[in-house]
T-cell receptor
Framework: EAQVTQNPRYLITVTGKKLTVTCSQN?????MSWYRQDPGLGLRQIYY???????DKGDVPEGYKVSRKEKRNFPLILESPSPNQTSLYFC??????????????FGPGTRLTVL | KNEVEQSPQNLTAQEGEFITINCSYS?????LHWLQQHPGGGIVSLFM???GKKKHGRLIATINIQEKHSSLHITASHPRDSAVYIC????????????FGEGTQLTVNP
């Protein structure tokens, strides 16, 4: 089944404890992206990747890192999480490197709480 | 940076009603996405359109590139249509960065 998976789905952690949220897609998509969703602010783009070893900042990259060593995986790393990173996170992928004309497939979301 | 505005923010309808959700953006684009977020949180892509109109079942999306406006219509609405509907505009140059509207919470009552 074609899908985007994220793990974990739920995570409660403490300030400063490094964590990684994994994202994997099995559709051989070139483009992958991370978003966060907050009440009143909607979805905002954190980082995106147009292909292996090619990543770029979105609108809210501060406090996050990403890597794209393999086409299928695009992990989101929080080196020192803070409470303002409490949010619902979505990973998405699309076929081509430009998201403009391509449907985006979303993962199920990861609800992160930083205490 | 593109600013994307949706209206209304909240919409309550009775089953069977015709529903319209609007999306306006500040910078010229060549395509627009419509997404649906289920009550459980999952997001699915409904439409990606660059001109004219697209139809899928009871959902119709239209776009007017010159007027920087898009609409999502739901005909014969049903309680299962209750969800948040979100429009998203890609950055014009590369298309890789998306700016999202805040979403429209739709509730359809039986």
């Amino acid at each position: 089944e074609a899908q985007v998976t994220q793990n974990p789905r739920y995570l409660i952690t403490v300030t400063g404890k490094k964590l990684t949220v994994t994202c994997s897609q099995n559709m051989n998509h070139e483009y992958m992206s991370w978003y966060r969703q907050d009440p009143g602010l909607g979805l905002r783009q954190i980082y995106y990747s147009m292909n292996v070893e090619v990543t770029d900042k979105g609108d809210v990259p501060e406090g996050y890192k990403v890597s794209r060593k393999e086409k299928r995986n695009f992990p989101l790393i929080l080196e020192s999480p803070s409470p303002n990173q409490t949010s619902l996170y979505f990973c998405a992928s699309s076929l081509r490197s430009s998201g403009r004309y391509n449907e985006q497939f979303f993962g199920p979301g990861t609800r992160l709480t930083v205490l | 940076k593109n600013e994307v505005e949706q209206s209304p923010q909240n919409l309550t309808a009775q089953e069977g009603e015709f529903i319209t959700i609007n999306c306006s953006y500040s910078v010229g684009i060549s395509a627009l996405h419509w997404l649906q977020q289920h009550p459980g949180g999952g997001i699915v892509s409904l439409f990606m359109l660059s001109s004219g109109k697209k139809k899928h079942g009871r959902l119709i999306a239209t776009i007017n590139i010159q007027e920087k406006h898009s609409s999502l219509h739901i005909t014969a609405s049903h309680p299962r249509d209750s969800a948040v509907y979100i429009c998203a505009a890609p950055e014009e140059t590369s298309g890789s960065r998306l700016t999202f509207g805040e979403g429209t919470q739709l509730t359809v009552n039986p």
